[in-house]
């Protein structure tokens, strides 16, 4: 039975907004206060989404969370109906507003780390949400996250859903965007690498951005997806790219299949790494970037790596990028080398995604993939794959409900939170979700 990639795309929230939270993503920081324009951002990704399941990539969606997060406010001592507890904190801490506002549940690459049926030793497909403990607004992601994962992957049978980590630094984890898994076909059993930025106690560490993901992270998280110890290999960031601003390794590295692209200075300690990989991926093909083609300052400008490699079903891979990359020309005029060169990637699609690029988030950061089985896709909670009906649907959707202009001044508006929990309630029954979010329960 053929097993696919399934890539689940976050769907942008209705709150939107730049807001500079991300110390380490320089996107993030560069853009803060700028208007965003969340029903753009919406479509920009929807788009993404139809795109790919038309050229034949399966493709599904993971909806929003609630923002404002009231409860968040309540909890750092606002009081009062929830319209007050949100005036009383745009007046006298805007920027937590923010943070309990933010939209960035849409980067779905940081939602958990999945582990295909294929690699488990129970045979379930295995997901461990992400703490997300580097960051207050980041970090609140983990109870919504892992309600909608389990409405999404309800059967028991198949799917085991894991509780995010202990919410402590030293198991800070950003989920499938520090993980890679290679094999051949995707039914196969895979090789899992684990990637972090620094090892608890370590001098080995990133001096200027922080380092997001630990290793006791990593390892605890291939224990709860039950990944069977041979299979795993971990590797360490390089500490000065991330000072450069590869806040996840998805910044500077994308694999498919037996393929690794990345930057030469991605990791630590890379011919070690490489050798390794070579020794148990049957076909390995490393594909490194050397500094002097792109820097890792135009690797980070550009998202030449936070793109998305994907197989088409007679082997050939393509590499979806942002329109960042082709826009600048030195990154462009290297991946037409590529074409060129003897390797499978054969074909270049460009996606205008320029909302969530301004806060650091690309193709890849946008979608978690996740291999399925047939009888596991079937097991999937049908109604939030892409096609051409969910399309319009949430197209409608969003021109019903969103906004196209937001900066920070507008969170203190109290309609936004009515809005927001409107819109939320009617996806929920588009996607036959049940009750997911706190307003609901
Ligand atoms: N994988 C991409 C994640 C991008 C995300 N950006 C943010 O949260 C920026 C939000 C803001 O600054 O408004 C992050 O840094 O975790």
Redesign the pocket.
């Known amino acids: 039975m053929k097993a696919r990639e399934v890539n689940f795309d976050g769907l942008v929230g209705l709150t939107h ?6 110390f380490g ?1 320089e996107a ?1 920081t560069k853009h ?1 206060f700028q208007r965003s324009n969340p029903k753009l951002a919406a479509k920009q990704g929807l788009l993404k989404m139809k795109a790919l399941a038309d050229a034949g990539f399966p493709q599904a969606v993971i909806p929003p969370h609630e923002r404002p997060n009231v409860a968040a406010l309540r909890q750092l001592g606002f009081t009062g109906s929830d319209e007050h507890v949100v005036e009383k904190a745009a007046s006298q801490a805007p920027q937590l507003l923010s943070a309990v506002s ?1 939209a ?1 549940a849409m ?1 779905v ?2 939602a958990a780390t999945v582990c295909p049926s294929a690699d488990s030793q129970d045979g379930k497909v295995h997901l461990t949400v992400a703490n997300l403990n580097n ?1 207050f ?2 970090a609140m992601e983990a109870p919504t996250t892992e309600a909608l994962l389990r409405a999404i992957f309800r059967d028991e049978k198949t799917f085991a859903v894991h509780s995010a980590l202990p919410q402590v630094a030293m198991f800070g984890d950003e989920g499938a ?1 520090n993980h890679n898994r290679f094999g051949g076909e995707y039914g196969e059993t895979g090789v899992q690498l684990f990637v972090y930025g620094r090892e608890d106690g370590s001098q080995l560490a990133p001096a200027r951005y922080p380092a997001r993901q630990t290793l006791e992270a990593s390892q605890a998280v291939a224990r709860l997806n039950q990944v069977r110890p041979q299979q795993v290999v971990y590797a360490q960031q390089n500490p000065d790219v991330i000072d450069l601003g590869v ?2 390794n ?1 910044v500077i590295a994308v694999s498919n299949r037996q393929v690794l692209f990345c930057h030469e200075q991605a990791f630590a300690d890379q011919p070690r790494l490489l050798g390794e990989l070579a020794a148990k991926v049957p076909g390995f093909m490393a594909i490194e970037v050397p500094q002097q083609a792109v820097s890792v300052a135009d690797a980070v400008a550009t998202y030449l790596f936070n793109s998305q490699l994907l197989s088409h079903d007679d082997g050939r891979m393509v590499l979806v990028l942002p329109q960042e990359s082709q826009e600048h020309a030195g990154v462009w005029r290297y991946l037409h080398e590529l074409l060129a060169q003897d390797n499978p990637m054969s074909e270049l699609k460009v996606f205008d995604l320029r909302e969530s690029m301004a ?3 690309g193709p890849a ?1 946008l979608r978690l993939r996740v291999v399925l089985s047939e009888a596991e896709q079937r097991a999937v909670n049908p109604a939030v794959m892409m096609n051409d009906a969910l399309f319009n649907t949430l197209n409608m959707w969003v021109d019903k409900h969103y906004r196209d202009r937001l900066t920070q001044a507008d969170l203190a508006d109290p309609q936004l939170l009515r809005e927001g929990r409107e819109a939320l309630d009617q996806l929920t029954q588009l996607l036959n979700l049940g009750s997911v979010y706190p307003f609901q329960r």
Do not use: E, I, V
């Not at 907004?17 to 991300?22: E, K, R, W």
């Open positions: 907004h730049y807001a500079g939270l991300s993503n993030s803060r933010s960035s980067w690459a940081n960051k607004h980041r965007a806040f996840h998805d806060n650091g988030g950061c």
